[in-house]
C-alpha cells in the first residue's frame, strides 16, 4: 500500500514524531507493513529491522500467536475500567510477571508506558517513607547518562545534560546525580568504582527516598555496559543508609542482556521493578510497576493508603492479553541462546569497526550491539543511507546500534553489521 506525496506532506507539517522539529523536519518514511524481521516501506522497499521498534519487537511483526491472542480479546472486550473491576488477561499477567522475577516481588501495577511505569515507582517510593512517618526522604539518587522516561517525574532522575533539564529547569525537582558506573565487566572490576555513590549516599541518604538506576545497561542515555559487581556493592549501600532500590528494567527486560531480566546477573533483588518496552513484543503500550509485599503493606498503613495513580487505560485487556501471549512465546522459545548467538555474531563482525577512523568504540551486551562514534552523526544524512541499504538503524548523536527481534537469522544481522559497517567506514 502506498502513501500518496500529499500525504507525506500533510505529515512533515502537522505531525510530530519522537524528538522532532515541525519548523524543520527530517526525513520520514512511510511503512505500509511488517512482518518477521521486515519492515515494508510503502514505497515498495523492504528493510531488515535493527531496532526492534525501540527494544519491543522481540518476536518479529505480525506474528501468528501474538495476532490470534489480541484478535480472540477484541471479541471478548477492548477495554473495561479497571477501577473496581478486574479481568482474566490482568489476572494472567499478573501472575505471569510474579512468577517470572524473584519470589521477594509480590505486588504489581499494570502501568500504560514506561514513563508512567517510573512515575509510579517514584511514588511508591515516596508513599513508603510518608506512611513509616519519616517526611524529609523526598529526593532521589540519579546518575549521569541515565534515562527514565520523557514525563516530568522521569525526566527529573534522567541524565542532567541530555536528558533535557536545562530547557525545563525552574520546573523539574532537583535530585542528586552520580556518575554513571564505569563501563566494563566484573573483570575490569575495581574497589573505588562504587566511591562516587557511596559519598552521595552518605552526605545525603537523610532526605533520599530512592536510588534508580538501570541496571547493567544504561540504554538511551548513552548505551553504556557495566559490571554487575556495581549492582552488588549498590544494594549493600541501600540497606546500609535505608535508602529504597528502583531497577528500572523497561529497556533490559524479557531477556535483552541475555538473562531474563539483568538484575538477575548480579543476584540482587530491588525493592521496586520497572517492566515495560518488550514485554507485549511490540504489539501495545504497557508496562508494570513490581514491588515487595512490605513495600505494599507499609504504603497500606497509611491513612487511606491508596497508591495514589490511576490512569484510565490501566491494565488494558488488548495490552494485558497480547503481553501474556508475548510472554508465553519467549519462555517458550530458546530465548537464551538465540541472543547468545546473536551476541556472538554481532562480536565477530563489528570488530573490524574498530580500525575505522571515526569509531571510539565497539560493544556488545546480549542482543545489543552499539558502535560509539568521535562525532555525533547527521541524522538526515545517515537514515536515507542506512534504508538505501536495505536497514532500519535509527542512530542517535554519537551512537549507532541495533537491538534486533531475537527471531532475526544470521544472514539478516549480516546485513545489519555490514551496512554499520559500511556507512561508519566513511566518516
Ligand atoms: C524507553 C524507556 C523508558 C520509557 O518508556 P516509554 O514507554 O517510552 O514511556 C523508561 N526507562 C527506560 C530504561 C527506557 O528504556
Known amino acids: 500500500m502506498t502513501i500518496s506525496q500529499d500525504d507525506l506532506a500533510f505529515d512533515r507539517q502537522h505531525i510530530w514524531h519522537p524528538y522532532t522539529n515541525l519548523t524543520q523536519p527530517g526525513p ?86 514506561g514513563s508512567v511505569a517510573v512515575e509510579v515507582a517514584l511514588k511508591m517510593a515516596l508513599q513508603y517513607w510518608v506512611a513509616k512517618g519519616i517526611s524529609h526522604k523526598k529526593q532521589f539518587i540519579a ?110 527486560g524479557f531477556g535483552r542482556t541475555g538473562e531474563m531480566f539483568a538484575y538477575q546477573s548480579a543476584m540482587v533483588v530491588p525493592d521496586i521493578l520497572c517492566v515495560g518496552k518488550a514485554i507485549t513484543g511490540g504489539y501495545m503500550s504497557l508496562a508494570a510497576t513490581l514491588t515487595t509485599r512490605k513495600i505494599a503493606d507499609i504504603i497500606g498503613s497509611f491513612e487511606g493508603g491508596n497508591l495514589m495513580h490511576g490512569p484510565t487505560f490501566m491494565a488494558n485487556p488488548l495490552s494485558c492479553r497480547v503481553a501474556v501471549a508475548s510472554l508465553e512465546l519467549l519462555l517458550r522459545s530458546n530465548w537464551q541462546q538465540k541472543v547468545k548467538s546473536i551476541a556472538e555474531q554481532l562480536t565477530a563482525e563489528l570488530a573490524e569497526c574498530r580500525q575505522y577512523q ?46 534486533p527481534p531475537y527471531i532475526i537469522e544470521p544472514p539478516q544481522l549480516t546485513l545489519l553489521c555490514d551496512a554499520i559497517k559500511t556507512v561508519t567506514k566513511q566518516l
Open 28 to 113: 520520514v518514511f512511510g511503512v505500509s507493513s511488517a512482518e518477521g524481521v521486515y519492515i515494508h516501506l510503502a514505497d515498495g522497499r523492504r528493510l531488515v529491522d535493527g531496532m526492534a521498534s525501540w527494544w519491543s519487537v522481540i518476536h518479529g511483526y505480525n506474528h501468528p500467536y501474538l495476532n490470534a491472542a489480541i484478535q480472540s480479546q477484541v471479541t471478548q472486550m477492548s477495554h473495561v475500567m479497571f477501577g473496581g473491576l478486574t479481568h482474566q488477561p490482568a489476572i494472567d499477567l499478573s501472575k505471569q510477571l510474579l512468577d517470572m522475577t524473584d519470589e521477594a516481588l509480590d505486588a504489581v501495577f499494570l502501568a500504560d508506558s
Open 143 to 252: 546518575f549521569r547518562h541515565a534515562y527514565h522516561g520523557d514525563t516530568f517525574g522521569a525526566m527529573s532522575v534522567c541524565d542532567p545534560v541530555n536528558g533535557m533539564h536545562s530547557m525545563f529547569s525552574g520546573f523539574l525537582p532537583q535530585h542528586h546525580f552520580v556518575d554513571a558506573p564505569p563501563a566494563g565487566d566484573d573483570d575490569n572490576w575495581q574497589a573505588s568504582h562504587i566511591e562516587p555513590l557511596r559519598q552521595t549516599l552518605e552526605q545525603n541518604h537523610q532526605n533520599t527516598a530512592a536510588v534508580i538506576i538501570e541496571p547493567l545497561v544504561q540504554g538511551a542515555g548513552g548505551m553504556r555496559f557495566y559490571a554487575a559487581e556495581y549492582l552488588r556493592q549498590l544494594h549493600q549501600l541501600c540497606q546500609q543508609f535505608d535508602v529504597l532500590l528502583i531497577f528500572d528494567e523497561i529497556a533490559t
Open 358 to 403: 571515526g569509531v571510539v568504540d565497539v560493544r556488545v551486551k546480549g542482543a545489543i550491539g552499539v558502535v560509539e562514534l568521535i562525532k555525533p552523526v547527521n541524522m538526515h544524512k545517515i537514515q536515507p543511507q542506512f534504508v538505501d541499504l536495505g536497514v532500519w538503524i535509527r542512530p542517535f548523536g554519537r551512537l549507532v546500534y541495533i537491538m
